[in-house]
């Protein structure tokens, strides 16, 4: 039987990684700069703040104020890296992530905590499920959602050297640890985790995991082995990984923590239109409030599992 | 039973405060998550406030004449859910749920799922200009509704709150009543130190409002104060209450440190220690079990809100 | 020759049909208040405050105060329209049309006047290219673009019927009078406003017009006739109708006034890959400032033209 | 030229700021929109402050230890423009682009587009939270570097201004100045019966803030305030000042007038009667051509930006 659920894994928290990594980066580079609004403890920014507090700004609860001050610290050519949740980031906040960075073009990286409905217990008025669409839609933006502890490390590395606005989102809750140290990373690149030759399962965030899980289902129950890809960034998007795995392996499954509209699925069904329509599924959050409980009661009520991931791909191929 | 108040002595306010503080202290015990700090902050002011001035019927909990009850820091669930089922809204028991998948008790309020809630509050910031937009409704209506408001001090750095202070000044809306949570702490640490809001009453002035301020914990104090405030509504000008407060009030091992702002007292010593502070000579276990079958807390709160039959599930 | 720009059409301001058509309702129904954050002589609400005054409430420039208050006011039983310019409804106010409106599901309608890049001189900062991902991402909105003066009559007379949140997008700039006043209207209906056989573009707002435009260039060079369907909601998106046409005429063009992230063309490719995949281009703004100018030569610029429609239909047919 | 200021007499800041009148009407004419009043009613003291008080070099707008200069309310774009190009950063003659497609002066500028333009503003109460970032980093780099903000007064309806404001004084940034156009004027109306903001002094100083207030049209007292202003700094608190000035000063027919907020006069009589009450002998079509060849300004203004050369064509 092929080890599904919470067992499986060994977990480890992305914000750790990236409060982890701003103290490296701050030790290598006097220009980064950290802003948080009142959430360092639980963003981990305070690892930040404890080590260089010339450079960390506390702006308290005022996520406006905090990106566009922000901006300010970027024109005088810091590299700010701002905290909060991801929805008040986008919902607070979103004006001015579109004005002061995607649109003046600041070195602002946007650092999303708490993304998705894996925050569980707080309820929706914490999940954001919402996000990757509204900062998907600015036009200078990166999106990305890196998978879990070592990827969200070179994310926010590659984000750091990356000049222009970044959008990064992590979670609440530990994640599975599914790539490993050595596993590649590039701007606008997606990769193959699995491969395989029955349709794709194409992958951001914590879905990774399950999207594993789903191929292991049905190679077990159908002997099918669909291709794994874990594909991070959201915005620049993979076009060439897409068209190459629908004109190879036909049906597409996506599979992400988010509405669907507007998110990871909806971009690449875009591509997959325009350029090599294949039969897609969409595996999201099916447009509804998922209310509060725990994450992973709340992940399988939305259907964000590799069960259902691989029926799915059952139906679809 | 009918619109009104619960018109409490001042020593049944007290012992309803500490009642409620043990309601806060042992939901968030349970659920092993939640927010303990600000409820008992406010615990004091918001008991004497809800059970003695706000208008409502348990019964009735969309009763038209009512006054609207708005806790805007909706972090401060737990104590939301307490003065709720400790009005009559539904049983305490219930309160065993909070957080759990499906309870109407969620994380934040939701005002679709739990009866008495006004608002799904959660997101700062958000509580004061739905309160004003109600107080313009009920003028607009000709209705004599109140609107009171909870708001946290370290809310009061969103700018979307300064923006209602102005508007409900600019439109003399005086069927409004404010309370701040002055507890000078947030997630981060201190107020004062995070991001300075003080001088509070010279800001609400500055911005056109009738301004009181006091000890949130002295319940003499307290009735003064909202006699005072509620006297000084219909004159033209919204007022606010600064309660000047201590988190985790009541239970000394905690007061103070912001680190419960949101922790629970997960582990049982730690509840242990506060039940013995509040004076209540009982465990953890015996506190959770005097809220008696959540099962049938359930089926009682499922017939409230109308909703079919729980099934029970055996991980409760 | 195709008769096609400017001269071609009648052209009437939508945000006007607002302004009366809000008079007319507020003599039908004293439920009906109206909000606005000092665009009242742009949005044309204050034909609204004039005959009513005391069902107005001028809220100055407070987006976000000005959606908790309308959210307040439906609280109350009252059927709030509230106005101001796209960008600022959706970037200010964001977490306020969310939480107070959408997951609250209060009877607040958001009228977003100066959506898209038509809005001209004013500028990238005025032109919302990006509400209609934002929006359509929000579970319980219904969200909407007008094609014209009388289509905006329909779909504010709607929203005054329809409990729940509401987000319809008007723009600027006086557009062409392209739908009749007996033509149909229906919540998450789409229309076929001229039927063919090859291929099916698919719009909404002020691109209806132009799909029009692109169909007689179309007949006239090469004899192909596409339909051409009006779809003005976004949400709840029209699925049999997008199955149907697919089914019957193949390839599908989209078009309109908006980045094409997260926009109109990718909820309509998420339909048509889930059910009933066949080749698509989506004509939108790619990715990109426009700058400010006349409102003509930008969507010129952008591509937003029958002709780039047509270009568009011939690459896919 | 390197850094410094233009050190003009009053004199040749009241002639400068008619100048500066002239070029933000005739700007708006031409591009037959674009706002008017806003730039009249911070003609005179923005003249004052840019030309006098704030260091840049002209021709090297990027200058590392230039001092910023933000006009929040980005509308006022016309007379951002007329103040760069009669500073020198690029020929005058450009005005006459003003908003039409590819120009680089967009309705509301555009930092990429336009030099010595430190933001892109447009959407009202980003300029404040963006000027403190600005300020926190001159310090962190231990620059001394200035950083000067206009505000409009509806403007500060916004929340994110009074954020802003909280977190500059409790930083201690006095290495930042605002200057407000107080007008009472807004697009709907008068600011104090729109939305009132009055009392700003009340406001600003209960939010920690040293404040001036004076008449923002006469110069010699324009200049009283900003030396007072400019002595404030430095000494641990954020300064403002008020200007209480009057929409389109200087043309007595359209003066208070909220109309002329954002509408152009686009109309050859209405700006003959403003031409010549702002004293210049002149038709419209006089006053245009003044400004030469826009063609020139155009291949000039690119060579400036490193743009490639403009393709003439034929609809200017
Ligand atoms: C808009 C928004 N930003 C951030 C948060 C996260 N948050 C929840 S409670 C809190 C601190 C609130 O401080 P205060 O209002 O003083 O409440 P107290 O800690 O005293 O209970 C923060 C930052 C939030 N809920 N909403
Ligand atoms: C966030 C935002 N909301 C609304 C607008 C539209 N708007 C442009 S100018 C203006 C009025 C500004 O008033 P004030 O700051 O007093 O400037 P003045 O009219 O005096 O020039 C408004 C509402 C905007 N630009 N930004
Ligand atoms: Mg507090
Ligand atoms: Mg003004």
Redesign the interface.
Known sequence: MVKTGKDRWTYELTRKAYGETLVELGHENPRIVVLDADLAESTLTKFFRDEFPDRFFEIGIAEQDMVGTAAGLALQGFIPFLSSYAIFITGRAWDQCRQDVDYMKTNVKLSAAHGGISVGKDGPTHQSMEDLACMSACTNMKVLVPADYHETIKAVRWSAEYEGPVYFRLGREKVPMVTEEPSPFEMGKGFVHVDGTDGTIIACGLMLSQAIEAREILEEEDGIKPRVVNMPFLKPIDEEMIIKCAKENGPIVTAEEHQVYGGFGSIIARVVVENHPVPMRIVGIPNMYLGSGDPFDLLAIAGLTGRHIANKMKEVL | MSIGTANLSVDELKEMARTIRRDCLVQTHV?K??HPGGPLSAADYLTSLYFNYVKVDPKNPKDDSRDYFIISN?HCSALNYALLSRRGFFPPGYLMTF?????GL???P????TPGV?????????G???????????K??GSDQRVFVNLGD??L????????I??A??YRSDNILAVVDYNDV???GR?HE????R?LD??F????WKVFEGNGHDMNEVIRLLDHAIDSMGKGQPVVVLFHTVMMKGVPSFENDH?WH?KALADDKLLQTALTELGYNETPKEAVASYGDVNVARGEYHKIMGWPPPQVCDRD
């Open positions: 659920a998550s939640g909706g957080r759990s998948t499906g309870s969620e994380g934040h939701n005002r679709h799922k006004d608002i799904s509050a959660g997101s700062l910031g958000h004061l200009p739905i309160a004003h937009g109600i107080a313009l409704g009920a607009l209506k370290g809310e750095q969103e700018g979307s709150c300064w923006e209602a102005m508007a000044a600019h947030q997630i981060d107020t995070v991001m300075n809001i001088p010279g800001k002035k500055a911005f056109g680190i949101g």
